[in-house]
């Protein structure tokens, strides 16, 4: 199966924070979004799965087994 | 009593010898007060036993993940409930990932796995990807591969592998308190076998991970007698899910005083800044580039992010600090 990108703005893409998997309407994520400020995504926004994350020197990149590809480099 | 600074001028500035364990004991209790005229005394100390220059060095992570070492600050445990998955990064990537550290003036590249130490496939990756490095950029390659055995250091000294990074991680009287499934001890005998095998050595550890002050001096001295070429410096950045993920980051202070101490008591290395500096000291960075520091890492560490390097390079030209060249480490 091919990866497709995701994009915020699809569907339910924010059902979940992609820095501690919380659901999004669920709670205030002000300081996951200051902590991901330093760090790259780990939790899919639209499944909560875990992603496999590589962070490189310039970047990241990030892949939900389901969702595929968040932001290739 | 003659004052910490007073003695360490004399000692260290002046004829090169480094604090010992007591006097870095009294440089990490300096008062507040006190901590600009430390930073400055060890600022000076790196100016006159290791130049002017700075040394810049990109990393990333071969193997990402999946470790099965119980080091408690560390999100790559398998042991512990992180969300860091297992990840490996193939052989193209690895090299893109080096082209990106070399376009920034870096001279150092260092893959790192998240290992107990290689085996045949890492090592098989790490043989692959050197030589695809090597056969493309003038950089440096580096690798932290975790504990190895001796026909290991053998191999990737023969290789071309100039730096192996290995950290004692903290006081050897505080390691048990860190890590449990191997010991300080076996830490050291992978140190002590790169040098001997002829690659440089890099051994460093993390600050502000629970330790007392006299274990942080214990610490600095304890990686003065290893004598390393690098001792890399990183600041706790508490990771979720780990043991140590609920601790505070170290304050700013603190860690600048720890900067300028482990200068003084290491007056010829290779003085490293390396993770965590973006959450304990922020723009105070630039202080601890002033205050004993002659290296930084540029760029996105293992499983996190750092400032642009464009930067950290901006900040070193506001020092008016030259990145050392290339050709000066061969």
């Not at chain 2, 220059?53 to 409930?81: A, M, N, R, Y």
């Not at chain 2, 991680?169 to 001890?185: I, K, L, N, Q, W």
């Not at chain 2, 600050?207 to 942080?216: A, F, I, N």
């Not at chain 2, 004598?227 to 170290?250: A, H, I, S």
């Amino acid at each position: 199966m091919a990866a497709h990108a995701m994009t915020p703005d699809t569907g339910d893409a924010s059902a979940y924070c992609d820095h501690c998997g919380g659901r999004d309407a669920a709670g205030d994520h002000g300081a996951c979004a200051r902590a991901r400020e330093l760090e790259p995504p780990r939790y899919c926004t639209r499944c909560r799965r875990r992603m496999v994350v590589q962070v490189t020197p310039t970047g990241w990149s990030a892949r939900c087994v389901e969702h595929g590809i968040l932001n290739p480099y | 009593m003659a004052h910490i600074l007073d003695v360490a001028r004399t000692q260290v500035l002046e004829h090169g010898i480094g604090l010992d364990e007591a006097q870095a004991v009294q440089a990490l209790r300096v008062p507040d007060a006190m901590v600009d005229a430390l930073l400055d005394l060890a600022h000076e100390v790196r100016l006159k036993w290791c130049g002017d220059e700075v040394e810049v060095e990109g990393i990333v992570s071969l193997k990402t993940g999946g470790c099965p070492e119980d080091c408690h600050f560390c999100s790559q445990s398998g042991l512990f409930d992180s969300p860091v998955r297992s990840a490996w990064l193939d052989i193209p990537s690895l090299v893109q990932a080096a082209r990106e550290t070399a376009a920034t003036g870096a001279t150092e590249f260092c893959i790192v796995a998240a290992v107990r130490g290689p085996d045949e496939r890492l090592m098989n990756q790490v043989r692959e990807g050197v030589a695809a490095i090597a056969a493309e950029l003038d950089i440096n390659i580096a690798c932290s591969l975790g504990m190895l055995g001796q026909d290991q250091v053998d191999e990737l000294a023969a290789i071309g592998v100039h730096r192996y990074n290995h950290n004692l991680e903290t006081a050897r009287s505080y390691f048990p308190d860190v890590v449990t499934t191997h010991t300080y001890g076996q830490r050291w005998d992978t140190c002590e076998m790169v040098r001997k095998a002829g690659m440089e050595l890099c051994c460093g550890g993390i600050l502000g991970m629970g330790e007392t002050v006299d274990q942080r001096a214990e610490f600095a001295l304890q990686l003065a007698a290893l004598e390393p070429d690098e001792v890399p410096l990183n600041f706790l950045n508490p990771r979720p899910g780990t043991p140590f993920g609920e601790q505070q980051p170290m304050s700013a202070i603190d860690a600048l005083r720890a900067v300028a101490t482990f200068r003084l008591a290491m007056p010829r290395t290779v003085l490293r800044f390396a993770g965590g500096r973006e959450i304990t000291l922020g723009e105070l960075a630039a202080r601890g580039v002033r205050g004993g520091i002659n290296a930084v890492i540029v760029g996105n560490y293992l499983t996190t992010l750092g400032r642009p390097a464009e930067q950290d390079l901006a900040m070193l030209a506001d020092l008016k600090m030259p990145i050392k060249a290339l050709a000066k480490n061969l």
